[in-house]
């Protein structure tokens, strides 16, 4: 019975394990134990062939101990599955706390990726600002440096004020914002900082000071900031110098129009008077007199010729004398000067010079350019009292067309003539008004100060400039440029004037002032021409309606009265008589008259003062020409 409860125990045990555990895992154990017991089982039919007494007593204990082994290692197996079954589930306790804490730290994880990614976006946006802090204050145009207010040490600065003041960083680093000040601004900046600028503000003009020691003219705007954590100001200095200088030319500019336009009206009265007084002793020296009288109008007529250079140096200051333009080699017009020249300098002066080879020709005024050079060497001559050297050199350079009369911008050579002395320099304080008429270095009663101003206004007429540099003590050189001649200007050949003429016309005289048209008449009266004088433009045509098929020639003032423009009328004269010669007289250039330059293109000229000759001359030359 024992053995049979034993053996009933072990299917209900290894149900129990298929439950529990499943087939997979106890199906091959109690294979082998249901296999052990079907053997026992076997062999029972052969215990009635057993030798002993009592063979079914033998065959039962063994099944019961069998059967007890096999519920012993069920139970074995039960433990064993049952542990690795406990420790499964607690690999998936485990899994499942490892797989929320990664499902966490995925979490912190992409926090900090989105983190340092607002960390690095924020790092772009921090480099590309201070990209554009050093664009808008390192590299920035405008001059900028920031100071700090107790201390008024400076903190930092930008390229430009390293430019305008020439410091250093190392040096600037060293400095304070005081230091920057002219000696006298500096109390007075001490006394700025105090006020506080919260906004940007217009501080003023300040004298600074830069590495050199030279003053400069700035224009500071300033505002308040927290600069490392401590009260600061930012400033932006403006370089004041240049418009300073830009006002000065202009000024000066302006200046030299109202001197020219004085000097143009000046010499138009003058030069007129002049006409008279020189014409009127012209004809009385044809006339017998006596020693005395001679020499007395010879005085006059000297002194009239002095007082028509003064006007025509007058007239020239204001760059508006005649010029009557032509193809000139300055190389001969010096060497043609040059004994002369040495006659003017004197023994004590060495007169030497150095001309370029094949220097081009320029368009220039022969006796204007000869002007220009005697000038420039009585002035070189006058500062040297006690002997030196002067030189005298031609070249050819290349510059810009604008520092030349404001033309196109481009290169172009130009022709500079140098005259350079050993002499005493020009004082500082005398080189800013060196081209101001009536402004002289030398003593009152050797010079007028017209000699440099004549020099600069007829240079300038001719399309030119000058420049000069000078030391007090080792001397000066004045460097004049002339723009080369144009290859249109080379290939155009000079026509030959015909000989003059001896008829005897009838000249319609038109002028406004009573005495130059009264010696005109006198003189061209004198040899034969008949003159019809009239005062005015409205007189002019009068007269010339009845007269019109006998006038040969029209002489006239380019100004009249009555504000008709000389050349205005003389074009409506020729539409009537297209063959009338026409004659211009003035004491300026006709280009300065605000005609349009075909008008003026080609005409026939006589500048004023004129002598009787001079007056003869032209006429004679003007009536010969074939139209």
Known sequence: MISGALQLCVPSYALRLLRRFGVQRVGWFLVIAFSALALAHLIDPLKSASAGPAPGLTLDPMYAIASVLLLIGMGHIEGLFSERVRVQQQEKRMHSDWQEQIEEKTASCQELLQVIGRLRQEKETLRESEALYRFLFVENPQPMWIFDLRSLRLLNLNNAALQLYGFSQ???ANLTA??????????????????????????????HRRRDRTLIDVELTAVDLKYSGSPARLILATDASQQHQRELEIAQAHKMEIIAHLADRFSHHFNNILTVIDGHVNLLLHKPLGPSTIEQIKQISLAANRATGLSRQLVAAGGRQVVQMELLGLNSILHDLNPMLGRLVGESIALKDSYAARLPAILADVGVLEHIIVNLVLNARNAMPSGGTLTLKTSVVCRDRREASGEQPGRAEFICFSVADTGCGIAPEAQAHLFEPFSTTAENSKGIGLGLASVYGAVKQHSGWIEFSTEVGVGTEFRL???????????AQK????????????ILLVEGEARARGLACCVLSRYGYHVIEADSAATALLLFEGEAEKIALLLLDLRLPDGIPGVALAKHLRKTRPDLKVLYTSDCEPTAEGHEPALVEGLEFIPKPYSPAKLLQAVQGCLGKTR
């Open 170 to 172: 190392q040096e600037w």
């Open 178 to 207: 005081s230091e920057l000040f002219a000696p006298a601004a500096a109390a007075a900046f001490r006394r700025d900082v105090a006020k506080p600028c919260s906004g940007p503000r217009f501080r003023g003009r300040w004298q």
């Open 481 to 491: 440029f002339f723009p080369a001649a144009s290859p249109a200007a080379l290939a």
């Open 495 to 506: 026509q030959t004037r015909p000989a003059a003429t001896v008829a005897r016309e009838t």
